[in-house]
């Protein structure tokens, strides 16, 4: 699978988008971009994932670069619930692992 | 949804005793199920995968005699730490793969054990 880089932390107000970044620039032609976050104490929770088009559904929105070499998850309108640690995993479709690599820790401010 | 969920949520034993974790698929047959731990302030860490009427595959590091995994049913795999001692104090997280057209994984609520 391919590596990817996430910021450590980041923060962001309530009510205001959230726009988590994620670069897998070693991202493999099969490998698909999928999220996860965990709130404290609880297990990963599945957000989205994506191959290379643009997808939404009621939680995000996945925005992969035409390149594929990185991909941004938006949060539209982030809740105090949304604070979290977000995981953006490449991974080929089928495949039986899932990597978690160290995350961003997302923190939305009242 | 799938669901899935874990037994108990949380749990003390003292050293030297086995405890055991169980992890059911509520609403589909999971073939896959996996096993995590993550200790405090880290990310997950993938223990081992249970393939159900198999034996378990474990990650490197990952003493197969220490962490007893059994998959014996298509909605039910279990962990049991052996022999427990404080370092293996952590949350224990399952999950399972179910096929909706592709595979996706459905994780549990995890399990925190102590060791005394």
């Known amino acids: 699978d391919a590596k990817t880089t996430q910021p450590p932390s980041m923060d962001c107000a309530e009510g205001r988008a959230a726009n988590l970044p994620c670069n897998h620039s070693t991202i493999s032609g099969n490998e698909y971009v999928y999220w996860y976050r965990q709130i404290h104490s609880q297990g990963p929770q599945y957000i989205i994932h994506?191959?290379?088009n643009n997808e939404t559904n009621e939680m995000a929105s996945l925005i992969i670069t035409e390149d594929r070499k990185s991909s941004t998850l938006i949060l539209p309108h982030a809740t105090l619930r949304d604070t979290a640690v977000y995981y953006c995993?490449?991974?080929?479709?089928?495949?039986?692992?899932?990597?978690f690599g160290q995350g961003t820790r997302l923190t939305i401010n009242p | 949804g799938a669901v899935v969920s874990q037994h108990p949520s949380w749990v003390i034993c003292k050293s030297g005793t086995s405890v055991k974790i169980e992890c059911r698929s509520l609403?589909?047959?999971?073939?896959?199920m996996f096993w995590y731990r993550q200790f405090p302030k880290q990310s997950l860490m993938l223990m081992a995968t249970?393939?159900?009427?198999?034996?378990?595959?474990?990650e490197q590091g990952v003493e197969k005699d220490k962490f007893l995994i059994n998959h014996a049913s298509l909605t039910l795999s279990t962990l049991t730490v052996t022999s427990a001692h404080p370092e293996d104090s952590s949350f224990y997280i399952c999950?399972?793969?179910?096929?909706?057209?592709?595979?996706?994984?459905?994780f549990g609520p995890g399990t925190r054990l102590t060791v005394t």
């Open positions: 995993i490449a991974k080929i479709q089928g495949a039986q692992k899932l990597v």
């Open positions: 609403d589909f047959q999971a073939t896959t």
């Open positions: 249970s393939n159900e009427g198999s034996k378990a595959t474990y």
């Open positions: 999950s399972a793969r179910e096929y909706r057209g592709t595979y996706e994984q459905y």
């Open positions: 994506g191959l290379k």
